[in-house]
Each structure stands twice: as structure tokens, then as C-alpha cells.
């Protein structure tokens, strides 16, 4: 009886997470959770480089051991869970499943709080992912073949995974492609010695490559 129990609970804790096609992603952001249309190109180019579209994407390698979670790879020291700031006022695992109606309300407060100390327009900069890789990117043309207009073999079935499994996403990736994982909720790492769990270093107080926020976290500038 005792292990019914047990399994009942199990499955009822159980997140399940979903890697995102790139074309089903934008229209979802689109046309379920409200998203601007300009600003959908640019959420989808940074899920692809944060998570690989992996709404189960978890990251352990931050040099303060706070994690980064889901498809748009959200601290828990700052935005989510129990033992941090939790702006976003939810635990880190509602990032986890396949419902983004925590992540494109956390993602707008990440804006709008970053806009407030940065100026009008520099939400996205909280986003390494978007400073390196998507801010310079000609992001129509990235997004093009997910026009309404496309033709619908362009839609590949999203298979389902486990929040405890996060196998690499490989289709649709540059071939130069090296996950950032490192967020601007994290300070930015000094140097790379692996690829695929760089470490974690702090960064000075003050400085003219940094900018302090109000969470107590740094942004590198872009110069």
C-alpha cells in the first residue's frame, strides 16, 4: 500500500518537459501566450542558444550553485525558487513543463525590471544568449520559414521528455553552435575551459565592463 502511495506521488510530481520544433515555439508564443509578433523572433532565437527549445533544460554549472531553468534558462537565485530573490514569485520547477505561461510572465518581468535600471529597449541584454548571439542576427530571415504562409511539412512531431532527462537538442544548430550557458543572471565567466560546463567566476564590483543591477547581479557591456 505504502508503495501505491509512493507511486501515485511520483507520477503526480512528475514535469514533463517538451523540445520545441522552432516554428511550433513561435506560434505558440504567438497565438497561445500573446506574445508581440517582433518580439517572437527574438524569444525563439534565444531559447534555441539558452536551452536548444528544451522546456526540461536544467543547468548545474553556475560558480554560486544556483541552477538556470527551462527554455529560456531562469535563475534561481534571482527569478524563481525558494532560496533566492524569487521575483518572478514561482518555484523553478513550473519552468519545466510544456505550459509557458510562467515563462512568458517571468520573461516580461525580466524585461520590464531590466529596462528600469538600463533604459528603454535593453530588456533583452539580460539574455547572454541574445547579446551574443541573436542581437546581431538578421532575425527575419532566421524566422522566415516559420511564416503562416509555410508549408506545413515544415512542422516536425515534438517527441516529450522527462524534466530529470535533458538529452541535447542537435537539429537546426549552427555548426560553430556552443551552448551558452552562462546567463546575465550569472556574472559573465572569465574564460572557457570546457565547451559544455565553463566555469564560473565573480567579477568585480566596479568597472568599465560591467553594470551593476538592482539583484545584486552584473551585466557584461556589449562595446
Keep these: ?96 513543463d510544456d505550459d509557458l505561461t510562467n515563462d512568458v510572465q517571468c520573461m516580461k518581468k525580466i524585461i520590464r525590471e531590466t529596462e528600469k535600471w538600463k533604459g528603454k529597449g535593453t530588456g533583452l541584454s539580460a539574455w547572454v544568449a541574445y547579446e551574443r548571439r541573436c542581437k546581431n542576427m538578421n532575425l527575419d530571415e532566421y524566422i522566415a520559414e516559420c511564416s503562416t504562409n509555410a508549408d506545413a511539412s515544415n512542422t516536425i512531431p515534438v517527441r516529450q521528455v522527462s524534466a530529470g532527462n535533458n538529452p541535447p537538442r542537435q537539429e537546426n544548430i549552427p555548426g560553430d553552435y556552443v551552448p551558452i550557458i552562462n546567463n546575465a543572471r550569472v556574472p559573465i565567466r572569465p574564460k572557457v575551459i570546457s565547451n559544455m560546463h565553463p566555469p564560473y567566476m565573480r567579477i568585480p564590483m566596479h568597472g568599465p565592463f560591467i553594470a551593476p543591477s538592482p539583484y545584486h547581479f552584473f551585466y557584461q557591456r556589449n562595446y
Design 1 to 96: 500500500m505504502r508503495l501505491l502511495v509512493l507511486l501515485l506521488v511520483t507520477c503526480a510530481t512528475l514535469v514533463v518537459g517538451k523540445i520545441f520544433t522552432k516554428c511550433e515555439l513561435a506560434s505558440d508564443l504567438e497565438n497561445r501566450y500573446g506574445v508581440a509578433k517582433e518580439d517572437v523572433k527574438k524569444w525563439v532565437c534565444i531559447a534555441q542558444f539558452e536551452s536548444t527549445f528544451n522546456t526540461a533544460a536544467i543547468n548545474h554549472h553556475n560558480y554560486d550553485h544556483s541552477k538556470d531553468f527551462g527554455l529560456f534558462q531562469l535563475n534561481s537565485r534571482y527569478w524563481c525558487g525558494d532560496k533566492g530573490k524569487n521575483v518572478c514569485k514561482m518555484p523553478c520547477t513550473a519552468l519545466l
